[in-house]
């Protein structure tokens, strides 16, 4: 009876999991369902960043935490899928985005201080402050060293050759949106923050009829008059935007302004007919592979390889919808773990039917000697596996620490895998067996299990 409650057990999950995996799946309790693959085989762009501080200035694990978090929110923001992005030692941030189309657009969101400045040009005429629009000034807020921008003028008129006083920065900034005006152009409206609602009106008020400039990474954006003071704690930021523009700013706002400006020093980009060629390969090798090790476990195991080759199915079947549950980006040395695990599952069903087999030479009843074998074995796969698992646990310590995502792949999807090996060895291939043996009442053990 309770062979029978196992193996309803078995069916659930199983059913469940070809849900999990039928192609273009319709989502699960709202849940989108889908492979999510790496870059490797889909193809993307790699950018490795460097915090650029000047000579002797230190940074902070805060600060690389704080910009790590921001870059993630500002490559989701920009609607790019499957990015991983990690720290790889004290100073470099590491960015990987699979299958996207402008790798150098992206560069340019993740690394970008998006310093937004409110700039004080009240002693400038309308005249003077539209003439500075697009070029680059100098002004008394700095953060390290910023990169070279190109100015639209190669010198500044004289009036404009000084440091002018930031009054406020983007970090009043609550949210900020892309929207469209009605002359058909776009702009960027944004939402301040409590405390900045009070001291952009406090401002405001006492410099109606003054120039307040909008400057973004010292380039003058747009040079409004204050024609009255700003209450609402709502504006907006006028331009030349085009609508990837002002998206591209809007996102910079919305997630905060890096605690440190990122310098790129590596930008790598994979084209995706590799990829594809590689997941081709590693299919084709995958299938070879597997029916070569069915077919040596039915040939050599008999009745009890067959039951394992079942097992393996749904090994195979399980682990994948949970990559696809969770879920796990898959890439090609993450495809190796899995292979691999696949072994650890065959080892545990080899060392129980090797077992098996001694028993039953022994003179042992096929009932005892299934007990026995099963007990017998059980000590050496939990200790195998247990040591496999210590061994991904360090791998993936050592991926995250250094940046090594190739790494944490492998060893996150054969811990995975070697988890579902466990539980398909000792509950599905056991209850198979005894469920068989149950319904065999004289067997030839010679012939069904090849001693």
């Not at 923001?77 to 030692?89: C, F, H, I, K, P």
């Not at 997941?279 to 050599?300: E, N, P, Q």
């Amino acid at each position: 009876m309770k062979s029978y409650r196992t193996i309803i057990f078995i069916a659930a999950i199983v059913g469940i999991a070809l849900y999990l995996v039928i192609p273009n799946n319709p989502g699960f309790f709202g849940r989108e369902i889908y492979t999510h693959l790496g870059l490797d085989l889909v193809g993307g762009a790699q950018v490795l960043l460097e915090a650029n501080l000047p000579e002797g200035q230190e940074v902070t694990s805060e600060q690389m935490e704080t910009a790590l978090a921001i870059i993630e929110d500002r490559v989701n923001g920009l609607g790019l899928s499957e990015t991983v992005v990690q720290r790889a030692g004290d100073r470099f941030i590491v960015v990987e985005i699979p299958d996207v189309e402008d790798p150098l657009m992206a560069e340019a969101a993740i690394k970008e201080t998006a310093l937004l400045e409110f700039v004080d040009f009240s002693d400038l005429s309308s005249d003077q402050a539209f003439a500075l629009e697009g070029m680059r000034i100098e002004t008394d807020y700095i953060v390290g060293e910023t990169e070279e921008v190109t100015s639209t003028a190669e010198i500044l008129p004289s009036y404009a050759q000084r440091t002018f006083n930031t009054v406020m920065t983007g970090d009043i900034i609550d949210n900020a949106g892309a929207t469209s005006n009605q002359l058909g152009g776009y702009e960027v409206a944004f939402q301040l923050t409590g405390d900045g609602t009070r001291e952009f009106s406090d401002y405001t008020q006492a410099h109606v009829g003054n120039i307040l400039a909008i400057v973004l990474d010292k380039v003058v954006i747009s040079a409004p008059r204050i024609e009255n003071a700003i209450t609402t704690g709502q504006g907006v930021i006028s331009g030349n935007f085009t609508l990837e523009s002002a998206n591209k700013l809007a996102v910079q706002l919305r997630y905060g302004r890096l605690p440190v400006p990122l310098k790129v020093v590596e930008n790598r980009t994979i084209g995706p007919s590799l990829g594809e060629d590689s997941l081709d390969k590693s299919v084709v090798a995958g299938v070879i592979g597997m029916s070569l090790v069915m077919l040596f476990m039915m040939l050599y195991y008999r009745l009890p390889g067959i039951l394992a080759c079942v097992a393996i199915l749904i090994y195979a079947v399980l682990t994948f919808a949970l990559f696809r549950f969770i879920p796990v980006t898959l890439t090609l040395p993450g495809i190796a773990g899995l292979m691999l695990s696949t072994g650890s599952a065959l080892d545990a069903n080899i060392l129980i039917f090797e077992r098996l087999k001694e028993e039953l030479r022994s003179g042992r009843t096929l009932k005892q000697a299934v007990d026995l074998a099963w007990e017998r074995a059980l000590p050496s796969i939990r200790d195998s596996n247990i040591s496999t698992l210590i061994t991904c646990a360090i791998l993936y310590w050592f991926g995250s620490a250094f940046g090594a995502t190739i790494v944490k792949g492998f060893s996150l999807t054969l811990a995975l895998g070697v988890l579902v090996s466990l539980f398909t060895a000792i509950v599905v291939t056991r209850t198979f067996l005894s469920m068989v043996l149950g319904w065999i009442k004289k067997i030839n053990l010679e012939t069904w299990f090849g001693i």
